[in-house]
């Protein structure tokens, strides 16, 4: 069954940049696409931005367009996300999306990977 | 693209039945069947529960049902267990290609 396996916490000054990644352990991500979605401290989730690896096709929430990219290798992806601002601060997850006829339910998801944003 | 609008807090005793409303738009909740709820746990992360308005993944209890109307999608939670304490959010397919999420409703049992 495939598991997702992110990349650990991250501390950064505002205006860099981070990268967070994403490994799949037991299984590939065969044609599905990978979603990124964070959550922000004690806020709802919100969504970034998805990948089809196999084809390296992304689609992005406009409030990140220009902001994140994402890139995928055969077993990891990657989510780039420069010009961090404090409010970047959130948990960041991966997440498969295996079920449905458009691939939109995600499940697994990864473990999450703190990003904090501070001078 | 505007956060599905969700109820901030539902509450119910043991054994009830309760539903969660998730309302958005044409270009959203109305014009797909791409409608999913996920379940959180404190200190977990999501966890698929419905996909394409009413399907269960293996494994997730019968009791979680979804269904929707026009713009509105709702997710009911039959014989509340206290397990069943959890946050819930919805997940709509859009007519940008991309996804949004509701703001989350918080499930109470009391």
């Known amino acids: 069954q495939v598991q997702l396996v992110q990349s650990g916490a991250e501390v950064k000054k505002p205006g860099s940049s981070v990268r967070v990644s994403c490994k799949t352990a037991?299984?590939?991500?065969?044609?599905?696409?990978i979603a990124w979605v964070r959550q922000a401290p004690g806020q709802g989730l919100e969504w970034i931005g998805r990948?089809?690896?196999?084809?390296?096709t992304t689609t992005f929430a406009q409030r990140f367009q220009g902001r994140v990219t994402l890139t995928a290798d055969e077993s990891t992806v990657y989510m780039d996300l420069s010009t961090l601002r404090s409010d970047d601060t959130a948990l960041y997850f991966c997440?498969?999306?295996?079920?449905?006829?458009?691939?939109?339910?995600?499940?697994?998801w990864g473990q999450g990977t703190l990003v904090s944003v501070s001078s | 693209q505007s956060a599905l609008t969700q109820p901030a807090s539902v509450s119910g005793s043991p054994g009830q039945s309760i539903t969660i409303s998730c309302t958005g738009t044409?270009?959203?909740?109305?014009?797909?069947?791409?409608v999913s709820w996920y379940q959180q746990h404190p200190g977990k992360g999501p966890k698929l529960i419905i996909y394409?308005?009413?399907n269960r993944p293996s494994g997730v209890s019968t009791r979680f049902s979804g269904s929707k109307s026009g713009s509105t999608a709702s997710l009911t939670i039959s014989a509340l267990q206290p397990e069943d304490e959890a946050d819930y959010y919805c997940?709509?397919?859009?007519?940008?290609?991309?996804?949004?999420f509701g703001g989350g409703t918080k499930v109470t049992v009391l």
């Open positions: 037991r299984g590939t991500f065969s044609s599905y696409p």
């Open positions: 394409d308005v009413s």
């Open positions: 997940s709509s397919y859009t007519a940008s290609d991309t996804q949004v």
């Open positions: 990948i089809i690896p196999t084809f390296g």
């Open positions: 044409s270009s959203d909740v109305g014009g797909y069947s791409f």
């Open positions: 997440a498969l999306g295996r079920y449905g006829s458009g691939n939109y339910g995600f499940d697994p």
